[in-house]
């Protein structure tokens, strides 16, 4: 009987108990019920569990982890005809961080555990970097940056060898990570106008709902105009065709551009390349920005060359063949310089650098509706901002619009 209670301690609840520990802050978020308390100490108990839970149970935390951050990415799969596979894209996810955090199995030693769950802060498996450890931190009393998580993970280690009384030097040396808040960086004296849309993916494509969307996208735009702003953002794929081959439109954005400067998302073709871009108008002048980091099995197949086309044309029927530019776009509006970064982009380390205050971020969060994923999102802006100072003026279809710092 002991052996059985047990088995169902490591097997089940120090799994569940860590999962949730780890994943608290997400759904905490999403239900706008966000405490810092609870973050801290949610977070905290499951990078103890970690730790020293018996190496039995880090995989099956490591499953359910996986699931509890990453179970909306196969809604997307549905658009592609594949609504089938979303499960088994959920269960995959899972397996994959099974695998991730059961490395930390392959020890009993605290501070061995340590090391393995620093260094996994620098590998994104598929080349998808949405499962950082550190994110757990982004609402919380513990400061996000490297070495605070370090000092985290080695206080929380220290603790195995230390005694009675002694045991409190472990927590002064997690003191030591503590991060009373984030000012609020400057504003740029430029008057911006993001557009929230809530358009469904089983419509946005429709080419008989095509009419109204434009229509839609021009009336935002002028009441933008109207309302006296700089600059009016809309989402990723707010004109959902290649508006390169559509002069018509391009000439009445750059009549309006004479009024207020315009960045909308849409689609671009060239020499037989698709590009998933950003159309930035101002006094008539037009800026194509280009993305320049894809989304994995979304935008591009993360697999060797032999499979990624067999996979390509076979399951996505060739939906995953867009191309990037070699470097992100800048433009300047009232003498202040902004960085364009695409949906998955703005979660992305490469696109904030320290000569970039500002980012314009767009989306198109309707692939993932209803879920997390916004949230997520979200989470991560909100971390590379703060570790860069940074601020991002986001436009999104289906969640996730606003300012973040």
């Given at each position: 009987?002991?052996?059985?209670?047990?088995?169902?301690?490591?097997?089940?609840?120090?799994?569940?108990?860590?999962?949730?520990?780890?994943?608290?802050?997400?759904?905490?978020?999403?239900?706008?019920?966000?405490?810092?308390?609870?973050?801290?100490?949610?977070?905290?108990?499951?990078?103890?569990?970690?730790?020293?839970?018996?190496?039995?149970?880090?995989?099956?935390?490591?499953?359910?982890?996986?699931?509890?951050?990453?179970?909306?990415?196969?809604?997307?799969?549905?658009?592609?005809?594949?609504?089938?596979?979303?499960?088994?894209?959920a269960l995959g996810f899972g397996i994959v961080y099974l695998l991730f955090f059961g490395i930390l199995g392959l020890t009993s030693n605290p501070l061995i555990r340590a090391v393995?769950?620093?260094?996994?802060?620098?590998?994104?498996?598929?080349?998808?970097?949405?499962?950082?450890?550190?994110?757990?931190?982004?609402?919380?009393?513990?400061?996000?940056?490297?070495?605070?998580?370090?000092?985290?993970?080695?206080?929380?280690?220290?603790?195995?060898?230390?005694?009675?009384?002694?045991?409190?030097?472990?927590?002064?040396?997690?003191?030591?990570?503590?991060?009373?808040?984030?000012?609020?960086?400057?504003?740029?004296?430029?008057?911006?106008?993001?557009?929230?849309?809530?358009?469904?993916?089983?419509?946005?494509?429709?080419?008989?709902?095509?009419?109204?969307?434009?229509?839609?996208?021009?009336?935002?735009?002028?009441?933008?105009?109207?309302?006296?702003?700089?600059?009016?953002?809309?989402?990723?794929?707010?004109?959902?065709?290649?508006?390169?081959?559509?002069?018509?439109?391009?000439?009445?954005?750059?009549?309006?551009?004479?009024?207020?400067?315009?960045?909308?998302?849409?689609?671009?073709?060239?020499?037989?390349?698709?590009?998933?871009?950003?159309?930035?108008?101002n006094n008539g002048e037009v800026t194509v920005a280009k993305k320049t980091i894809l989304v994995p099995f979304g935008e591009y197949i993360p697999l060797p060359e032999f499979l990624?086309e067999w996979v390509n044309r076979e399951v996505f029927g060739g939906g995953s063949d867009f191309v990037t530019a070699d470097k992100p776009t800048d433009f300047t509006l009232k003498?202040?310089?902004?960085?364009?970064?695409?949906?998955?982009?703005?979660?992305?380390?490469?696109?904030?650098?320290?000569?970039?205050?500002?980012?314009?971020?767009?989306?198109?969060?309707?692939?993932?509706?209803?879920?997390?994923?916004?949230?997520?999102?979200?989470?991560?802006?909100?971390?590379?901002?703060?570790?860069?100072?940074?601020?991002?003026?986001?436009?999104?279809?289906?969640?996730?619009?606003?300012?973040?710092?």
């Amino acid at each position: 009987m002991k052996l059985r209670s047990a088995a169902l301690i490591d097997l089940f609840y120090l799994p569940l108990a860590i999962a949730f520990g780890f994943s608290a802050f997400i759904y905490i978020e999403h239900f706008g019920l966000t405490s810092k308390l609870v973050n801290t100490a949610a977070a905290l108990g499951a990078l103890y569990g970690m730790l020293y839970a018996p190496r039995r149970t880090l995989p099956i935390a490591g499953f359910l982890i996986g699931l509890l951050w990453c179970y909306w990415i196969g809604f997307s799969f549905q658009y592609y005809g594949l609504g089938w596979a979303t499960e088994l894209v959920a269960l995959g996810f899972g397996i994959v961080y099974l695998l991730f955090f059961g490395i930390l199995g392959l020890t009993s030693n605290p501070l061995i555990r340590a090391v393995l769950l620093f260094a996994l802060t620098f590998v994104w498996p598929m080349d998808f970097n949405w499962m950082q450890p550190e994110l757990i931190f982004v609402e919380s009393y513990i400061g996000i940056q490297k070495w605070q998580f370090a000092l985290v993970l080695f206080a929380l280690a220290a603790a195995y060898w230390l005694r009675g009384w002694k045991k409190g030097l472990s927590f002064l040396i997690l003191i030591a990570a503590y991060e009373p808040g984030y000012t609020q960086p400057a504003m740029p004296d430029v008057k911006i106008k993001l557009v929230s849309t809530d358009i469904s993916q089983d419509f946005k494509w429709q080419r008989e709902r095509l009419y109204t969307t434009v229509r839609e996208n021009f009336d935002a735009i002028d009441q933008a105009i109207a309302e006296g702003y700089d600059l009016v953002v809309l989402p990723e794929s707010a004109f959902p065709l290649f508006l390169n081959r559509e002069r018509e439109l391009i000439e009445q954005l750059k009549e309006r551009s004479a009024h207020i400067a315009i960045l909308t998302g849409t689609l671009h073709e060239e020499n037989g390349l698709n590009y998933n871009v950003a159309y930035y108008f101002n006094n008539g002048e037009v800026t194509v920005a280009k993305k320049t980091i894809l989304v994995p099995f979304g935008e591009y197949i993360p697999l060797p060359e032999f499979l990624r086309e067999w996979v390509n044309r076979e399951v996505f029927g060739g939906g995953s063949d867009f191309v990037t530019a070699d470097k992100p776009t800048d433009f300047t509006l009232k003498g202040v310089m902004f960085r364009n970064a695409i949906c998955y982009e703005a979660t992305r380390a490469e696109l904030y650098t320290s000569e970039v205050r500002y980012l314009i971020g767009i989306s198109n969060n309707g692939w993932f509706k209803p879920s997390i994923e916004p949230t997520v999102q979200n989470l991560l802006i909100r971390f590379y901002a703060r570790k860069n100072n940074t601020v991002v003026f986001h436009a999104a279809n289906g969640g996730g619009s606003g300012i973040v710092y």
